[in-house]
């Protein structure tokens, strides 16, 4: 048997695309429409198209140091302290969206099929996986990733016999650009909330450095197009389906268009569905946990001894007991919109300051060590 | 080795041990409602009628149990405490709403099968032409499965366009869709017989008229919403020797029809509804069918009889202030800048919708 040693871009293609589709696929639909109405489709456009510009950005910065990851050039940029503090930073923001993805597929999974299941069993079947995962290599990762995105397929499929099979209406869709461009604009923020993931590109530039520079940002505009499409694709369908007044109360159309379908076979698609979407959930906190285990891993470089998989563990189980915290929709709603405000941060200001500083003082990989 | 059997061992003792711990519902407590009708009282109360399926031996019966209440979640737990184990309405296929309740406003009735995730959202929808209970008690003495039997009912008035396709799920988009009416399926007794009868208009939300099944069958075709089957009889003389040579009966082949809004001014909306059809002969005592000019003779008849059918149909949906067509819909979508002058709610009934029909004879079955 033949083991792969080296990895390949289309991999990287498939950990972003793993990593951006997670919880916010099934409502996606809802909060866009909830901002630029019949134009959600254009808001989606609109937001893949601002985040290609940030995953040049990153690749910009991830190309002056090929080898060197996000946490060792943040150290040569700003120096060992301030270093290390933005690391830390990216340490508790990776811990907060995985608690932030474990409360929200908690209360789907809640709401639509384990109704009397509590709360800390959900949460703990879905933080397992993960951390077994998240401690493995980019390799393992990787690996598992490619095989699951083929359920993604399936998702498109059943949304297309959903297109078939339902009485839609595509006059639902017009008039085209009568939202105005301010709320198409407020529409593609919120798309971005549930593409974010293309962060991830500034850990795993190193890893695959040996592709050359080229094929990671293929790989990254590849990964945000199959994302933007998909995403687009079921935004149309929702749009098509649900009249403009049915879609404002519903809060998982995705799901719920699912849910109309009446297969001989299966009674209850939409639980087929969530289960589906339920392995994209975990891809997507397997990357934050991996997210945590390589900040940790730099930040007590010192301490020879700490093993990788302990690091997942414990940033794990912090972010589990996070997650299980707020016990109210409000308090959930707080916790979303610091941690949505926290990533401009994490995704543009300091990628941003540290590519300015980098060009500003001439840093580049090799020359200052 | 021996750790990853350890493993294994564990994980298999994990995958028998929680197994649906909270949320399993074994099909041995429930009792499964096959459809159920709703009906409001004289004091303003909802009345459930739920069919159960149950056993007695090998051979399944029927069990009627009613509810009152003020909502129709109060009228479940009311029968949730009549049955033996839990009442399970999940695999629920028909529902049948009561003429009286369905003039009202019906979301509020059905809201709960909206909200709950175990409820079906596929299931059928049809409204009783008088009171629902009634329908389902007479078909539980006759019938053993009366879902099945309703359901086929509206199936293949589905087949034959006489019904529009509808569940529980579509009429809700279009109750949310202020551009857009819908039809559902009549229900009614007749000589203790439960027969189609054609269709109730709805507006907004509520049941504002009825259609007689031509009617409906011509409404489906004009909105091409045709299905395997459309059949129509014409009257195309009264001076026969025999009564039934006055006839011809056709089914329709093709039909496509066409929305266009031809006037967009808000004080005089002029809509054209064009139809070109095939006409396939299947009843003509009178024969003769080989003549150009008699089959020219009788298309001229059948597209003028269609014409006037459809004038009076429309007249009926625009008293009724139903927006069967859509055209508000069409306004909103291509026409924004007319939509919002005008008080649909006020100006529908007064526009003007005319039906242009195109028809040819183009079967007329193995002999002339």
Redesign the interface.
């Known amino acids: 048997m033949n083991k792969q040693t080296r990895l390949t871009s289309v991999q990287l293609t498939f950990f972003i695309i793993q990593t951006q589709i997670g919880v916010g696929v099934l409502g996606l639909p809802f909060n866009v429409y909830s901002a630029s109405k019949a134009d959600a489709w254009i808001s989606i456009l609109i937001a893949g198209g601002i985040i290609q510009i940030i995953i040049a950005l990153l690749w910009l910065l991830g190309k002056r140091f090929p080898s060197k990851s996000l946490f060792e050039y943040s150290k040569l940029v700003l120096g060992k302290f301030a270093g290390t503090f933005i690391n830390s930073g990216y340490l508790i923001y990776g811990v907060l969206v995985s608690s932030l993805i474990l409360m929200y597929s908690t209360a789907i999974i809640k ?8 709360e800390w ?1 959900i949460m703990l079947l879905l933080i397992t996986p993960a951390v077994l995962l998240g401690k493995e290599k980019v390799m393992e990762i990787c690996n598992v990733y490619v095989i699951v995105s083929g359920l993604i397929f399936l998702l498109i499929i059943v949304s297309i016999i959903v297109l078939f099979t ?2 839609v ?1 595509w ?5 085209v650009g ?1 939202s105005g461009g301010i709320a198409m604009l407020k529409g593609a923020k919120e798309a971005y909330f549930s593409m974010l993931g293309f962060e991830l590109l500034l850990i795993l530039y190193p890893h695959f450095n040996h592709n050359g520079g080229r094929s990671i940002i293929k790989a990254a505009s590849t990964a945000n197009l199959t994302v933007t499409l998909v995403y687009l694709f079921l935004t149309v369908v929702c749009l098509v ?6 879609i404002k109360i519903i809060p998982q159309p995705v799901l719920y268009y699912v ?4 297969l001989q076979i299966i ?2 698609v ?1 639980l087929l569905f969530a289960s589906l979407w339920i392995v994209n959930v975990i891809t997507s906190l397997t990357s934050y946990l991996f997210l945590c285990t390589e900040s940790c891993r730099y930040i007590f470089e010192r301490f020879k001894k700490l093993k990788r998989g302990f690091c997942t563990v414990f940033w794990g189980i912090l972010g589990y007991i996070i997650a299980l915290l707020p016990s109210k929709e409000s308090e959930m709603e707080m916790f979303n919109k610091w941690v949505i405000s926290g990533s401009y941060v994490f995704v543009l200001i300091i990628p941003i300051l540290l590519l300015g500083m980098a060009i500003l003082f001439k840093i580049k990989e090799g020359e200052s060590t | 080795m021996n750790k990853k059997l350890l493993a294994a061992a564990a994980l298999l003792f994990l995958q028998v041990s929680l197994t649906g711990c909270w949320d399993q519902r074994l099909l041995k407590n429930g009792r499964l409602v096959y459809s159920s009708s709703f009906d409001s009282t004289e004091n303003g109360n909802i009345l459930t009628t739920a069919i159960i399926r149950d056993f007695q031996g090998e051979f399944p019966t029927n069990v009627e149990i009613q509810g009152e209440g003020r909502t129709i979640r109060e009228t479940r737990m009311k029968m949730d405490r009549k049955v033996s184990g839990n009442f399970e309405p999940s695999k629920n296929r028909v529902f049948l709403l009561g003429e009286d309740l369905a003039r009202k406003d019906i979301y509020q009735f059905l809201d709960v099968f909206y909200r709950d995730p175990a409820s079906s959202i596929s299931s059928k929808i049809a409204i009783a032409d008088g009171f629902g209970g009634d329908i389902l008690s007479k078909l539980s003495q006759k019938n053993i499965l009366i879902s099945e039997y309703l359901l086929e009912q509206i199936n293949s008035s589905e087949d034959s366009t006489e019904v529009d396709e509808h569940n529980l799920q579509t009429i809700c988009t279009i109750m949310f869709d202020e551009g857009k009416d819908f039809i559902l399926p009549l229900i009614g007794l007749e000589n203790e017989e439960v027969v189609m009868k054609g269709n109730a208009i709805f507006h907004k939300h509520s049941m504002v008229g009825k259609l007689t099944v031509p009617q409906s069958t011509l409404y489906l075709i004009l909105a091409n919403k045709k299905s395997k089957r459309a059949r129509f009889v014409t009257k195309i003389d009264s001076s026969n020797n025999l009564p039934l040579d006055d006839y011809v009966a056709y089914t329709i082949t093709n039909p496509e029809s066409k929305m266009k809004i031809i006037s967009d001014s808000p004080q005089n909306i002029k809509v054209e509804i064009r139809l070109t059809a095939g006409i396939s002969i299947g009843e003509f005592p009178a024969d003769q069918l080989a003549e150009e000019k008699t089959l020219k003779k009788i298309n001229k008849k059948i597209e003028n009889d269609l014409t006037k059918k459809s004038e009076q149909l429309i007249e009926t949906i625009q008293a009724a202030n139903a927006d069967l067509f859509g055209i508000g819909r069409e306004l909103i979508a291509f026409h924004p800048k007319t939509w919002e002058k005008v008080k649909w709610e006020e100006d529908y009934p007064e526009i003007t919708i005319i039906p242009k029909i195109e028809t040819e004879i183009v079967g007329k079955g193995i002999i002339d």
């Open positions: 709401s639509w099929a384990l109704i009397l299941t509590p069993v339902y009485p209406d006059r639902y869709l017009f008039p009568a389906t649900f009249s403009p007044a049915e849910k109309s379908l009446y009674e209850r939409d």
